[in-house]
């Protein structure tokens, strides 16, 4: 396979030795860091692992960012759901090149990219929030990774309920999921899988009681542990600290508690 190198345009992580990460767009521009300052020009054709240094003798590496990167440099003002939560997430949604997603709420746009980074160019991402300083931001987030083509951001309250019917999967990132579970199932296709993610186990008793309503079946309910190791081959050990909490997350399938009565509406239909 012909090695690639880095072009006009293209994200580059600059990660130093130490482990400190900048992402900066390949232009002919020079970036300055406490690091020194470095040539974004210079680096166009190179292969991307080189080693580059800054003005000041400081070595970086030049590196794709991933999935895993580009979330965690996304700019906040929300609280986000973090990489160990999202991989699960996108598995249990079963999210996949040309599938239609719809999210709520859009906050500052983590689930928002890793949903428009899986479903291709042939998906959809649907994303609804009620405020537009948060829509705005995430929309930033999205076009910074030149992701934003892949997703319709919607400034809307999910107590309007969803506009979409028949979609693959929808999750729910909000304090309150349990008052939107009716407007959630509208919008789902049958059998399809619900997400959500709260962070208190108060909250997941409310949304299990009103899947006990029978809309949802076989929820299941858990929290993802990630726990890193510092990498000395010598001294092999857990990290002093971890993350300990971000959030519970409950999947549940849309089901039909009563099936003929949809048929028969389905029939009625002009
Ligand atoms: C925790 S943030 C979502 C973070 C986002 N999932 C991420 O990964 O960056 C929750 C968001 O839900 C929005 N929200 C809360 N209630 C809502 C509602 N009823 N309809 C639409 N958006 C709502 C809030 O404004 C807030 O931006």
Redesign the pocket.
């Known amino acids: 396979m012909e090695e690639k190198t880095i072009e006009a345009g293209d994200l580059i992580l600059l990660t130093s030795q130490e482990g400190k990460e900048f992402l900066v767009t390949a232009e002919e521009r020079v970036f300055g860091t406490h690091m020194g300052n470095l040539d974004l020009g210079s680096l166009l054709g190179m292969p991307w692992g080189s080693t580059v240094t800054t003005h000041k003798g400081k070595a970086f590496y030049l590196l794709k960012p991933s999935l895993h990167d580009l979330t965690r440099h996304?700019k906040?003002q929300?609280?986000?759901?973090f990489p160990k939560d999202l991989g699960f997430i996108l598995m249990k949604l079963d999210v996949g090149p040309g599938k239609t997603i719809v999210?709520?709420?859009?906050?500052?746009?983590?689930?928002?990219l890793a949903l428009a980074w899986m479903v291709g160019s042939t998906g959809r991402v649907i994303s609804?929030?009620?405020?537009e300083k948060?829509a705005l931001l995430?929309q930033q987030n999205l076009k910074r990774v030149g992701l934003d083509q892949r997703v319709v951001f919607k400034i809307?309250?999910?107590?309007e309920g969803f506009d979409e019917e028949g979609v693959d999967a929808l999750f729910l990132?909000?304090?309150?999921p349990w008052?939107?579970l009716d407007q959630a199932h509208s919008a789902l296709g049958g059998g399809k899988t619900l997400g959500i993610?709260v962070p208190t186990t108060n909250q997941v008793t409310k949304a299990l009681e009103k899947m006990e309503e029978g809309n949802f079946a076989y929820p299941e309910v858990c929290e993802i542990l990630l726990r890193y190791y510092k990498p000395n081959a010598e001294r092999l050990r857990p990290q002093d600290r971890m993350v300990a909490h971000t959030g519970f997350l409950i999947f549940a399938r849309k089901v039909y508690k009563n099936p003929k009565s949809i048929i028969n509406e389905r029939r009625e239909k002009p």
Do not use: H, P, V, W
């Not at 859009?106 to 928002?112: A, I, R, V």
């Not at 809307?156 to 107590?159: C, G, L, Q, S, Y």
């Open positions: 996304i906040r929300t609280q986000i759901i999210e709520c709420g859009t906050g500052s746009g983590s689930l928002t609804y929030e009620k405020e948060f995430a809307k309250n999910a107590r990132d909000l304090r309150t008052e939107y993610l």
